[in-house]
């Protein structure tokens, strides 16, 4: 049994040394022997190169290494295999870190205080509880409904918006094009963990930020997008700023990436950058769940956490 390990953009040495560490007697390989290679009986990827997996007549699985699965799906020669995607707990946590961390910091004026030192300002800004602010999660997957856990916990009123109808305890759930008015209306911060479809592409957009709820009581309306570069579109983004549509914004994932020089979000007064980092994929903590998953599909098992297709997550 022979696992494809196909990766673009990063190093794989992590990856290798936990396979080879936890399955000592499955080949790992980067490339397969041949177009036809019939050793391969699963494929661990992340933005594999395209029709790399085409021709592998064993070929039994896809793994997606990260949460989301648009980067193999971009794939048009995809073989008609089941595709995997990564739940873990170490991927939430981490991810509901970032969120709770982003929440906080512009809950809590850390833009303004940070400004504030660097010109020598000593001003104490108005501070409201945690009660009294609603932050609108977009996105109530695995990540969408831990992160609402988590900031539940702190006191913050949730929101939230989905494509299907949620019911989730602790959160006011709005779902389908008839909810996101409603949804976008209550939010006082918006973070954004959906997944990247036909239908939610460019959704980040001047009409959707228009109709956030514009007296807040941190000011004004923040936008944290940790899903996907391709639900936001960046001059959108800067308008609003511009015209103090949106306040504040953390932006983990980008339109292209590596986010380019010349792109005034990197120096934007009011715009925190991360690179695509809010919940990198470890080899450690994820490994052993794919292994696993393996395991339990030799058995005669079925496979866990399968890729709706036409869906696109």
């Known amino acids: 049994m022979t696992i494809l390990l196909s ?6 040495t992590d990856w290798i040394n936990a396979l080879h560490r936890l399955a000592p007697r499955r080949p790992v390989i980067l490339e397969p022997n041949s177009g036809s290679d019939p050793s391969v009986d699963y494929a661990i990827v992340w933005k594999q190169r395209p029709g790399i997996l085409a021709g ?4 039994k699985a896809i793994f997606s290494i990260g949460a989301g699965v648009d980067h193999i799906l971009r794939d048009t020669h995809l073989p008609d295999v089941p595709i995997v995607r990564i739940v873990a707990d170490d991927l939430t946590g981490r991810m509901s870190e970032y969120v709770v961390w982003r929440v906080l910091d512009h809950f809590r004026r850390g833009m303004a205080y940070r400004t504030q030192q660097a010109a020598g300002i000593w001003h104490d800004r108005v501070q409201p509880a945690a009660r009294e602010l609603t932050v609108g999660i977009m996105g109530l997957g695995e990540l969408g409904r831990d992160a609402a856990e988590k900031l539940g916990m702190l006191g913050f009123r949730i929101v939230g918006w989905s494509r299907t109808q949620k019911t989730i305890a602790g959160v006011d759930s709005f779902h389908g094009a008839s909810g996101l008015d409603p949804f976008l209306a209550r ?7 959906l997944p990247i479809t036909p239908e939610t592409h460019g959704i980040l957009d001047t009409g959707l930020f228009s109709r956030l709820k514009q007296r807040t009581p ?11 570069g391709g639900l936001q579109v960046e001059t959108a983004i800067l308008k609003a700023l511009d015209d103090e549509t949106l306040m504040e914004a953390s932006l983990d994932v980008f339109e292209t990436e590596p986010l380019p020089a010349s792109s005034r979000l990197w120096k934007h007064p009011r715009v925190f950058v991360t690179p695509h980092a809010a919940a990198t994929s470890n080899a450690d903590a994820l490994v052993p769940q794919i292994l696993s998953q393996i395991d339990a599909f030799e058995r005669g098992e079925p496979l866990q956490h399968l890729v709706d297709r036409k869906a696109g997550y």
Do not use: C
Not at 56 to 59: E, Q
Not at 187 to 193: K, S
Not at 218 to 228: D, E, K, T
């Open 7 to 12: 990766v673009t953009g990063f190093q794989p």
């Open 187 to 193: 939010t006082d911060i918006l973070v954004v963990l």
């Open 56 to 59: 592998l007549p064993n070929l």
């Open 218 to 228: 941190i000011g004004g309306p923040v936008l944290i997008n940790a899903g996907r």
